[in-house]
Each structure stands twice: as structure tokens, then as C-alpha cells.
């Protein structure tokens, strides 16, 4: 009889090198913009259900210990990781453009055309 093996803390601190990541050691990487100054941090993923696949990275943005600070969607493809800096890296996203962006609003309607339509995917 197959027994489902609980994640251990070994699991969650395994080596990262590799293409692959759990999505429990996403949350809380930071997210810089071209310049590699730091402008935020992936607070969740949003996964495509039927597909399977991750569309967007929810990205917490501005305040001070977690107050006032906003989040927004920030589609998946358009985040890349850089080993150097430990944290994904936006091409062309600044704090400037993303504090005009759509706010994501986990309890209200999300329309995800204005999303990707907002960063031209």
C-alpha cells in the first residue's frame, strides 16, 4: 500500500541549481527591476488550473514592515531568475510602472485581459 510522503524541511532547503523549484521556496524571493535594484518580493503564484502551468507571480510592492504595501500580478514569463542576485529579475518593469499597474485584489473580481493587456502580453 502507497503511502503519501509528507514535504520535510530537507525538501523545502534542497539545492535550487537545477530548472526546477518547489513552489513553497518561491514565496518571499525578491524581485528586481533592469538596474538589479530590488522593487519587490513574490508574495504567491497564480496557477492555471486547467492547464497546470504558473501564469503570474503575485508581486508585494512598496510599504513598511508589511504595511501599506500593495500586490500585483505580474505575468509568469515575463520574470526570469538570476543566480547571481538570488531573485528574479523583471527587463521592463520599473517602480515607477509598476506602481501604475492593476492592483490584485485576492477578495474582488479579477479580470486577467486587463492584467496582460496593462504589461503587453
Do not use: C
Not at 3 to 29: C, F, H, S, W
Not at 42 to 68: C, H, P, Q, S, W
Not at 81 to 89: A, K, R, S
Request: glycine share 12%; aromatic share 10%.
Amino acid at each position: 500500500m502507497d503511502t503519501i510522503r509528507q514535504p520535510t524541511t530537507a525538501d523545502l532547503t534542497e539545492d535550487t541549481a537545477g530548472y526546477m523549484i518547489a513552489a513553497g521556496k518561491v514565496n518571499g524571493v525578491s524581485v528586481y527591476g533592469a538596474d538589479q535594484a530590488r522593487i519587490g518580493h513574490i508574495e504567491d503564484l497564480m496557477i492555471d488550473k486547467r492547464a497546470g502551468t504558473v501564469e503570474y507571480g503575485v508581486l508585494n510592492f512598496g510599504g513598511f514592515l508589511g504595511l501599506g504595501s500593495k500586490h500585483y500580478a505580474v505575468p509568469w514569463r515575463m520574470l526570469r531568475y538570476d543566480n547571481t542576485l538570488e531573485g528574479f529579475v523583471v527587463d521592463n518593469i520599473t517602480k515607477e510602472r509598476l506602481d501604475k499597474a492593476p492592483v490584485y485584489e485576492p477578495a474582488g473580481v479579477r479580470d486577467w485581459s486587463m492584467v496582460d493587456n496593462y504589461w503587453g502580453i
